[in-house]
Nanobody, 122 residues
């Protein structure tokens, strides 16, 4: 049975860094891209960015551009989210999700891991 496991979250002070990992196990379905998403308490889940599986092209939301970097190691079925210059507003549960690439966006098709918590203190 396929599943996703996110790890690497933790508590850091503003300005600090964390590196999240997302490892896919037993995935047999096709997907174009892997997206990172986050959900803060009381807020809707929002897209952070994604990486195209085929050519490693990345895309980010404006709020994290220049601070977050997504990369992948296909032979390890792992995608990373390097987060630098963290801000308190980055505090959220972070999830990865495979998706279809449509009009430049990675649209998740419903497979989610349990997430990893990131807490940034001021």
């Amino acid at each position: 049975q396929s599943h996703l496991v996110e790890s690497g979250g933790g508590s850091v002070q503003a300005g600090g860094s964390l590196r999240l990992s997302c490892r896919a196990f037993g995935v047999t379905y096709h997907y174009d891209c892997m997206g990172w998403h986050r959900q803060a308490p009381g807020k809707e889940r929002e897209r952070v960015g994604h990486i195209n599986k085929g050519d490693s092209t990345t895309s980010y939301v404006d709020s994290v551009k220049g601070r977050f970097t997504i990369s992948q190691e296909p032979d390890k079925n792992t995608v990373y989210l390097q987060m630098d210059s963290l801000k308190p507003e980055d505090t959220a549960m972070y999830y990865c999700a495979p998706g279809d690439l449509i009009d430049g966006k990675c649209l998740a098709f419903g497979y989610w891991g349990r997430g990893t918590q990131v807490t940034v203190s001021s």
